[in-house]
């Protein structure tokens, strides 16, 4: 069964993938890369598009289709697309966010940085314990923004942490994700496209959904560990970091163009 799910969202993805990507050039959805090379910013919506149609087609065949975990991925995906299109590279990072707000300036940083804890709250229910794993679960979030620097980085680590993390969660739409997620590691390593803020913050969305369904020893070390990585990309670069491990190097670079 997770095979035919597995197949199931690579082959929707893989269908939707030529319109979403003629879409978002024909909108000028773009941003430039670390080569200088200007792509379009359409995987994060062939991710969303998928799981709008692969849910629908489970709900059909395999169980009831679940609207409040696609509000969470609808609207974390389009808080941070919308930072993509808005193309503010002054603010960068929490810090930048947060030191414009103080001085009178709204970015769409800080709109997405406010918006997905609160719909994580939303999806959660108003607690003071929610409020603090919301805090831990946002930064499960964000993490990945970190990694969406070169071609396939994000998608191989969401893959890397993904698949362990199918043993210890029981979700039936777990294998339909990751089939979609093969397909826009291959176009990103092509540098068709990339996933930018909005995509990888959806692979962050779909981590955090997952990372609430553990128990409870284990997500406290989760969250432990992303807060160190968090304090770590914002103070650092995880691109240098990756470049000074050899191990590290080529897995990053696997499937690359040069």
Known sequence: MEVIKLILGFVVCI???QPVLEFNYNFQTKITNYKNKTLSVALGMLLILTFFIVFFIESIFFAGINVEILFVFT???LLGYIDDVSNDNHNKGLKGHIRAISKGELTSGFIKAAGVPLTLLLYMGFSIFNIIEVFFLSLVVNLFNFFDLRPGRCQKVFILLFLPLTLLVDSSYNYLILGAVIV???L???????LGDGGANLLGAVMAINVIKLPTDIRI???FSVLILTIVGEKYSYTN????SKILTFIDEI???N
């Open 15 to 17: 269908l939707l993938a």
């Open 75 to 77: 609207t974390v995906f």
């Open 184 to 186: 826009t590691l291959y």
């Open 188 to 194: 990103d390593l092509a540098e068709m496209a990339v």
């Open 221 to 223: 070390g989760l969250y």
């Open 241 to 244: 970091i990756i470049e000074k």
């Open 255 to 257: 499937g690359r163009i």
